[in-house]
Protein backbone atom coordinates (compact mmCIF):
# COMPACT_ATOMS: atom_id res chain seq x y z
CA UNK A 1 0.00 0.00 0.00
CA UNK A 2 0.80 3.24 -0.29
CA UNK A 3 0.44 6.78 1.56
CA UNK A 4 1.73 10.10 1.88
CA UNK A 5 2.96 12.52 5.18
CA UNK A 6 3.19 16.29 4.83
CA UNK A 7 5.10 16.89 8.32
CA UNK A 8 3.78 20.78 8.53
CA UNK A 9 0.19 21.35 7.79
CA UNK A 10 0.90 25.17 7.82
CA UNK A 11 3.31 27.07 6.65
CA UNK A 12 3.90 30.74 7.24
CA UNK A 13 6.83 32.64 4.94
CA UNK A 14 7.57 36.49 4.51
CA UNK A 15 7.54 37.67 0.93
CA UNK A 16 10.23 36.80 -1.08
CA UNK A 17 11.52 34.20 1.13
CA UNK A 18 12.03 30.70 -0.03
CA UNK A 19 10.28 28.33 1.33
CA UNK A 20 10.10 24.43 1.70
CA UNK A 21 6.84 22.14 1.38
CA UNK A 22 7.89 18.52 2.94
CA UNK A 23 6.01 15.40 1.98
CA UNK A 24 7.50 11.83 2.73
CA UNK A 25 5.88 8.72 1.17
CA UNK A 26 5.90 5.15 1.91
CA UNK A 27 5.37 2.36 -0.77
CA UNK A 28 7.06 -1.33 -0.91
CA UNK A 29 6.89 -0.60 -5.07
CA UNK A 30 8.29 1.88 -7.76
CA UNK A 31 6.21 5.18 -7.09
CA UNK A 32 5.15 8.22 -9.32
CA UNK A 33 5.21 11.53 -6.94
CA UNK A 34 3.17 14.54 -7.55
CA UNK A 35 2.61 17.85 -5.90
CA UNK A 36 -0.71 19.66 -6.87
CA UNK A 37 -2.02 23.38 -5.91
CA UNK A 38 -5.34 24.19 -4.90
CA UNK A 39 -6.84 27.81 -4.80
CA UNK A 40 -9.83 28.48 -2.75
CA UNK A 41 -12.99 26.85 -3.66
CA UNK A 42 -10.98 25.67 -6.86
CA UNK A 43 -10.09 21.84 -7.98
CA UNK A 44 -6.18 21.24 -8.12
CA UNK A 45 -3.48 22.27 -10.82
CA UNK A 46 -0.19 19.84 -11.07
CA UNK A 47 2.71 21.57 -10.05
CA UNK A 48 5.44 19.23 -10.90
CA UNK A 49 5.61 15.04 -11.06
CA UNK A 50 8.48 12.80 -10.94
CA UNK A 51 7.80 9.41 -12.73
CA UNK A 52 11.51 8.50 -13.35
CA UNK A 53 15.11 10.27 -14.56
CA UNK A 54 16.76 13.35 -13.16
CA UNK A 55 16.02 13.51 -9.48
CA UNK A 56 15.13 17.43 -9.32
CA UNK A 57 12.30 18.35 -10.89
CA UNK A 58 10.76 21.66 -11.94
CA UNK A 59 7.75 22.91 -12.42
CA UNK A 60 5.40 25.39 -12.99
CA UNK A 61 5.53 28.88 -11.08
CA UNK A 62 8.53 28.50 -10.38
CA UNK A 63 8.41 25.55 -8.04
CA UNK A 64 11.10 22.45 -8.18
CA UNK A 65 11.38 19.33 -6.12
CA UNK A 66 13.89 16.45 -5.13
CA UNK A 67 13.32 13.08 -4.99
CA UNK A 68 15.48 11.30 -2.65
CA UNK A 69 14.96 7.70 -2.53
CA UNK A 70 16.51 6.87 0.40
CA UNK A 71 14.72 9.30 2.44
CA UNK A 72 11.37 8.62 0.50
CA UNK A 73 10.98 12.12 0.43
CA UNK A 74 9.92 14.77 -2.19
CA UNK A 75 10.16 17.67 -1.08
CA UNK A 76 8.60 21.29 -2.90
CA UNK A 77 10.94 24.19 -2.91
CA UNK A 78 10.80 27.68 -4.13
CA UNK A 79 13.84 30.21 -3.64
CA UNK A 80 11.66 33.30 -3.44
CA UNK A 81 8.06 33.19 -2.79
CA UNK A 82 4.94 35.76 -3.98
CA UNK A 83 2.06 37.05 -2.41
CA UNK A 84 0.03 34.61 -5.16
CA UNK A 85 1.22 31.75 -3.96
CA UNK A 86 -0.37 31.40 -1.10
CA UNK A 87 -2.85 28.24 -1.68
CA UNK A 88 -2.89 24.87 -0.32
CA UNK A 89 -0.48 22.37 -1.52
CA UNK A 90 -0.57 18.64 -1.62
CA UNK A 91 1.75 15.65 -2.36
CA UNK A 92 0.32 12.81 -3.99
CA UNK A 93 1.84 9.46 -4.82
CA UNK A 94 0.71 6.72 -7.33
CA UNK A 95 2.22 3.18 -7.94
CA UNK A 96 1.75 0.44 -11.26
CA UNK A 97 -2.29 1.04 -10.25
CA UNK A 98 -4.71 3.39 -11.06
CA UNK A 99 -4.97 4.92 -7.67
CA UNK A 100 -3.71 8.62 -6.41
CA UNK A 101 -3.18 8.77 -2.67
CA UNK A 102 -3.25 12.20 -1.51
CA UNK A 103 -1.60 14.17 2.01
CA UNK A 104 -3.11 15.95 4.11
CA UNK A 105 -1.87 19.31 2.76
CA UNK A 106 0.08 22.41 3.24
CA UNK A 107 -1.27 25.80 3.71
CA UNK A 108 1.13 28.04 2.48
CA UNK A 109 0.65 31.45 3.43
CA UNK A 110 2.67 34.00 2.34
CA UNK A 111 3.11 37.83 4.60
CA UNK A 112 3.18 40.85 2.56
CA UNK B 1 -8.02 19.36 -25.20
CA UNK B 2 -9.54 17.02 -22.29
CA UNK B 3 -12.21 18.97 -20.45
CA UNK B 4 -13.63 17.49 -17.27
CA UNK B 5 -16.73 19.18 -16.14
CA UNK B 6 -18.43 18.54 -12.55
CA UNK B 7 -21.74 19.98 -10.82
CA UNK B 8 -23.81 21.61 -9.51
CA UNK B 9 -20.91 23.65 -8.07
CA UNK B 10 -22.32 24.10 -4.12
CA UNK B 11 -25.22 22.50 -2.55
CA UNK B 12 -27.01 22.22 0.44
CA UNK B 13 -29.00 19.09 1.16
CA UNK B 14 -31.18 17.87 4.55
CA UNK B 15 -29.77 15.04 6.12
CA UNK B 16 -31.74 12.08 4.77
CA UNK B 17 -32.18 13.45 1.87
CA UNK B 18 -30.54 11.56 -1.53
CA UNK B 19 -27.30 12.81 -3.69
CA UNK B 20 -26.15 12.64 -7.08
CA UNK B 21 -23.08 14.34 -8.26
CA UNK B 22 -22.33 14.27 -12.36
CA UNK B 23 -18.88 14.28 -13.74
CA UNK B 24 -18.06 14.16 -17.59
CA UNK B 25 -14.98 14.17 -19.17
CA UNK B 26 -14.29 15.75 -22.68
CA UNK B 27 -11.99 14.76 -25.46
CA UNK B 28 -10.56 11.70 -24.34
CA UNK B 29 -11.43 7.72 -24.68
CA UNK B 30 -11.75 5.49 -21.41
CA UNK B 31 -9.86 7.37 -18.96
CA UNK B 32 -9.46 6.51 -14.91
CA UNK B 33 -12.22 8.18 -13.38
CA UNK B 34 -12.43 9.02 -9.50
CA UNK B 35 -14.23 10.55 -7.07
CA UNK B 36 -12.35 12.30 -3.73
CA UNK B 37 -13.59 14.25 -0.90
CA UNK B 38 -11.77 16.65 0.89
CA UNK B 39 -12.66 17.22 4.55
CA UNK B 40 -11.58 20.09 6.75
CA UNK B 41 -7.61 19.62 7.98
CA UNK B 42 -8.14 16.06 6.01
CA UNK B 43 -6.90 15.83 2.91
CA UNK B 44 -8.04 14.07 -0.07
CA UNK B 45 -9.79 11.03 0.64
CA UNK B 46 -10.04 8.59 -2.49
CA UNK B 47 -13.55 7.09 -2.41
CA UNK B 48 -14.34 5.80 -6.03
CA UNK B 49 -12.00 4.66 -8.60
CA UNK B 50 -13.38 3.35 -12.30
CA UNK B 51 -11.58 2.07 -14.84
CA UNK B 52 -14.04 1.25 -17.15
CA UNK B 53 -17.89 0.85 -17.90
CA UNK B 54 -19.47 -0.31 -14.94
CA UNK B 55 -15.99 -1.03 -13.46
CA UNK B 56 -16.32 0.65 -9.60
CA UNK B 57 -13.85 0.66 -7.24
CA UNK B 58 -14.52 1.63 -3.25
CA UNK B 59 -11.61 2.53 -1.25
CA UNK B 60 -13.35 3.36 1.88
CA UNK B 61 -16.84 1.37 2.62
CA UNK B 62 -19.58 4.42 3.62
CA UNK B 63 -22.55 5.93 3.01
CA UNK B 64 -21.51 6.73 -0.82
CA UNK B 65 -21.97 4.88 -3.77
CA UNK B 66 -20.72 5.65 -7.66
CA UNK B 67 -21.52 4.63 -10.82
CA UNK B 68 -20.25 4.92 -14.47
CA UNK B 69 -22.74 4.38 -16.94
CA UNK B 70 -21.08 5.86 -19.77
CA UNK B 71 -17.53 5.53 -20.55
CA UNK B 72 -17.07 9.55 -19.58
CA UNK B 73 -19.60 10.05 -16.99
CA UNK B 74 -19.30 8.95 -13.38
CA UNK B 75 -21.95 10.11 -10.63
CA UNK B 76 -21.16 9.74 -6.83
CA UNK B 77 -24.46 8.97 -5.10
CA UNK B 78 -26.24 8.48 -1.70
CA UNK B 79 -29.53 7.04 -0.81
CA UNK B 80 -29.95 9.11 2.87
CA UNK B 81 -27.47 11.73 3.42
CA UNK B 82 -25.62 11.99 6.90
CA UNK B 83 -24.29 15.39 8.59
CA UNK B 84 -20.76 13.61 8.30
CA UNK B 85 -21.24 13.52 4.06
CA UNK B 86 -20.18 17.81 3.89
CA UNK B 87 -17.44 18.71 2.51
CA UNK B 88 -15.89 19.59 -0.94
CA UNK B 89 -16.03 16.36 -3.32
CA UNK B 90 -13.89 16.56 -6.49
CA UNK B 91 -14.23 14.41 -9.39
CA UNK B 92 -11.03 13.62 -11.50
CA UNK B 93 -9.66 11.28 -14.68
CA UNK B 94 -6.25 10.20 -16.06
CA UNK B 95 -4.49 7.48 -17.66
CA UNK B 96 -2.69 5.90 -14.85
CA UNK B 97 0.33 4.53 -15.21
CA UNK B 98 2.93 7.69 -13.90
CA UNK B 99 0.11 10.25 -16.01
CA UNK B 100 -1.52 13.19 -13.83
CA UNK B 101 -4.85 12.89 -12.43
CA UNK B 102 -6.73 16.13 -13.88
CA UNK B 103 -9.44 17.33 -11.82
CA UNK B 104 -13.10 19.04 -12.04
CA UNK B 105 -13.60 22.46 -9.99
CA UNK B 106 -15.32 20.40 -7.03
CA UNK B 107 -19.17 20.49 -5.44
CA UNK B 108 -19.59 22.30 -2.11
CA UNK B 109 -21.95 20.09 -0.31
CA UNK B 110 -23.04 20.71 2.57
CA UNK B 111 -25.63 18.39 4.78
CA UNK B 112 -28.13 20.19 6.97
Known amino acids: AQSVTQLDSQVPVFEEAPVELRCNYS??????LFWYVQYPNQGLQLLLK??????LVKGINGFEAEFNKSQTSFHLRKPSVHISDTAEYFC??????????FGTGTSLTVIP | SQTIHQWPATLVQPVGSPLSLECTVE??????LYWYRQAAGRGLQLLFY????GQISSEVPQNLSASRPQDRQFILSSKKLLLSDSGFYLC???WGGGAEAFFGQGTRLTVV
Open chain 2, 50 to 53: SVGI
Open chain 2, 92 to 94: AWG
Open chain 1, 27 to 32: SSVSVY
Open chain 1, 92 to 101: AVSGAGNQFY
Open chain 2, 27 to 32: GTSNPN
Open chain 1, 50 to 55: YLSGST
